[in-house]
């Protein structure tokens, strides 16, 4: 990431309620920007549009975080994870108004222009959601986040049967690159 941060933070979530916990106060805080009128705004849209790239390993909860969000904001269906189709979307009634959301999985990127002849730059418009897993896939061609979310694994040191390590939950660090990333991670962190 070649910009510099505005907001930074990291903290520990033990197991999947924490998650979810995490995921419905992003929610709130999606739908406080959502409805502000302190949130910047577009000639085009009352709502600026929220990218949020999520990075870690394989396994490591991107996918978890991204259903709790969409929890939070409602969507009562099943949130699949993009790993085959690479992006999934969502149009999410919120009071008298609509906010699409759009969950990429760019893991199954063979290389970055791939990013631009699957033509989902367009997605990127002002006025939706978008969640990214696997950002680093499209190298250069994608646009610097609103907020990056980082997440990594904690292993617990007591092996579980079958595996060497079973999992204790994960670190998350949370950046904001933008105004908007920012009034964003205020709002819930």
């Known amino acids: 990431m070649s ?17 979810s916990a995490l995921g419905q106060k992003l929610a709130a805080s999606l739908l406080t920007l959502f409805f502000s009128e ?41 949130v699949r994870s993009p790993t085959y189709a690479l992006l999934e979307s969502y149009s999410l009634s919120l009071k008298e108004s609509t906010l699409l959301a759009y969950h990429f999985d760019l893991y199954r990127l063979a290389n970055p222009r791939e990013w631009l002849e699957l033509g989902f730059r367009d997605y990127l418009d002002a006025g939706a959601l978008c969640l990214i897993e696997w950002p ?24 579980d ?20 990333g920012q009034t964003f991670l205020s709002h819930c962190l």
């Open 3 to 19: 910009s510099q941060a505005l907001s930074s933070d990291s903290f520990f979530l033990p197991d999947e309620a924490a998650t």
């Open 38 to 78: 302190e949130a910047p705004k577009t000639a085009r849209s009352p709502f600026p549009g929220l990218r949020i790239h999520l990075s870690g390993p394989l396994g490591g909860g991107k996918t978890a975080l991204v259903r709790a969000i969409l929890r939070g904001l409602g969507y009562e269906g099943r």
């Open 136 to 159: 680093e896939q499209a190298g250069s061609l994608l646009a610097p986040p609103d907020c990056l979310f980082t997440l990594k694994l904690e292993e617990n040191p007591v092996p």
């Open 161 to 180: 049967y079958g595996s060497t390590f079973a999992p204790a939950g994960r670190w998350i660090t949370t950046q904001a690159f933008s105004q908007v």
